[in-house]
């Protein structure tokens, strides 16, 4: 982890001053549950970004995953009388089971075939949630879950448990992102048939990213399933796969701070709407959809690497035209220096 800090240093300095100072800037508790939900989604995004910007696989049961983890610990604390503690673990454990079941199963799949199989599954998830009634409530949902001990009593409390979490999560995947690892899962990005031809294992690379993703998003479910107390199979099916999806291309596919900047940006429009729906009420329904894909295809047509990529590359290319003027007068002061002294 000390790799991604070394190399990240600035970046994450700036990341953990704004974490740390936001709950003080927004003293209100709505704003710092807003925070809260979006350190919760920037879990699962980070987790997608490894998926496709790094392995190259489209998911779009992304929301299946967070739904079995909040599920799994939910059911654990209020059916069995377990520990929240173990609850958590349960639900990064589980996902991730089926996450490899999953990724074994459709690991010859790719495009078009990848990303229905991911619907799919997704929609076999939240059927499953509805119709296990005796188990997850059905329709009705599940209440009365217990909060995370020592966290649970406070929105700051738990503001900053989850947002260490993403944290973690996050040092883990800029390291993994420089290790060689990650180098093999940008080679298998660039072109799984060369990626071969060096040797790299290439559904192996792919199973590790699925697995990881899924149990990433199994965590955040079950501190999402801790923080709420209550469950319904709602915000666990497509549309959500599709919010996390067009955080991490709104933000940059390849770029793990794009992902967090995607998720960041994506609720905060979002939470924009939903003010903007209560002074404007034909807003309500479904317009935040038609404002994300708007953006989306805004983003693709103009800007395809994605925001964080962009504003990189941008950065880099101001900073490679200074660095030159800068030698062309060099160059021009020596000329003068050397007319001078003859």
Same mark, same amino acid.
């Given at each position: ?10 970046? #994450? ?5 704004? +974490? ?18 979006? /350190? ?30 909040? *599920? ?27 996450? &490899? ?23 076999? +998830? ?14 009705? /949902? ?8 020592? &966290? ?7 503001? *900053? ?10 040092? &883990? ?39 990881? $993703? ?7 479910? /079950?501190?999402?399933?801790? *923080? ?7 915000? #666990? ?26 998720? +960041? ?66 160059? $021009?002061?020596?000329? +003068? ?6």
């Amino acid at each position: 982890m000390m790799q991604a800090i070394n190399k990240w240093g600035k970046s #994450f300095g700036i990341y953990l001053l704004l +974490v740390i100072l936001f709950p003080f800037i927004m003293p209100d508790e709505y704003y710092r549950s807003v925070g809260i939900i979006i /350190g919760l989604h920037a879990v699962v995004s980070i987790g997608l970004c490894l998926v496709m910007g790094l392995a190259g696989q489209i998911s779009l049961g992304q929301a299946a995953f967070w739904g079995i983890g909040a *599920y799994t610990s939910a059911v654990l604390t209020t059916k069995y009388g377990l520990s929240p503690l173990i609850g958590l673990i349960a639900s990064g454990l589980l996902p991730g089971l089926f996450a &490899f079941i999953l990724g074994r199963a459709i690991a010859g799949l790719q495009g078009y075939y990848l990303a229905m199989a991911t619907l799919a599954f997704g929609y076999i +998830v939240q059927i499953g949630i509805n119709e296990w009634e005796p188990v997850t409530g059905g329709a009705s /949902g599940m209440i009365s879950i217990p909060p995370i001990p020592f &966290f649970g009593e406070s929105e700051l409390s738990m503001y *900053y448990l989850i947002w260490g979490v993403v944290t973690c999560v996050l040092l &883990f995947s800029l390291n993994l992102l420089h290790s060689r690892v990650g180098r093999a899962f940008r080679a298998i990005h660039k072109g799984e048939i060369a990626a071969t031809s060096m040797g790299i294992d290439v559904r192996k690379f792919k199973l590790n990213a699925f697995v990881i $993703s899924g149990m990433f998003a199994g965590i955040s479910g /079950g501190l999402y399933a801790h *923080y709420m107390g209550i469950l319904d199979p709602q915000p #666990f099916g497509l549309h959500d796969s599709i919010k996390f999806l067009t955080m991490v291309v709104i933000g940059g596919m390849t770029s793990i701070w794009g992902a967090l900047a995607g998720t +960041v940006l994506i609720n905060s429009i979002s939470e924009g709407l939903v003010m903007l729906s209560e002074v404007i009420p034909g807003l309500q329904g479904d317009f935040d959809t038609i404002v994300f894909g708007a953006i989306l295809m805004l983003i693709i047509m103009f800007m395809p690497e994605g925001i964080v990529p962009c504003i990189r590359a941008a950065y880099e290319k101001a900073a490679a035209k200074r660095a030159k003027a800068k030698q062309v007068q060099k160059q $021009s002061e020596q000329v +003068v220096e050397r007319k001078a002294a003859t």
